[in-house]
């Protein structure tokens, strides 16, 4: 199976920005969507991002939007969440995570650990 490593988090100022990385491993990464969802205290997990094996197909939150952009790096098993502007109410715990096709409606087969992000006023 994949096991999923997500870093890069940590505690910023409105308007700053951070790099989300999640390392994978094991041989069913090759092929796989990627995604990145989030938690906030009190609230059910919300989809970010995702992005297809060849990078053709990409979604986004409206939430997100503009602010954020998920990209992969194959050949280092790598996906990234670079987020800018980043606003009070993006402060979560996120997780990335594999599965077999990309999309807000597609609910993944393996999740990492989460890495918490937090925004200051």
């Known amino acids: 199976q994949v096991q999923l490593v997500e870093s890069g988090g940590g505690l910023v100022q409105a308007g700053g920005s951070l790099r989300l990385s999640c390392v994978a491993s094991?041989?069913?990464?090759?092929?796989?969507?990627m995604h990145w969802f989030r938690q906030a205290p009190g609230k059910e997990r919300e989809f970010v991002a995702s992005?297809?094996?060849?990078?053709?197909?990409?979604d986004y939150a409206d939430s997100v939007k503009g602010r954020c952009i998920i990209s992969r790096d194959n050949a280092k098993n790598t996906v990234y969440l670079q987020m800018n502007s980043l606003k009070p109410a993006d402060t979560a715990v996120y997780y990335c995570?594999?599965?077999?096709?990309?999309?807000?409606?597609?609910?993944?087969?393996?999740w990492g650990q989460g890495t918490q992000v937090t925004v200051s006023s």
């Open positions: 995570a594999a599965g077999s096709y990309s999309g807000r409606d597609y609910l993944p087969d393996y």
């Open positions: 992005l297809s094996w060849t990078g053709g197909s990409i």
């Open positions: 094991g041989r069913s990464f090759s092929g796989y969507a």
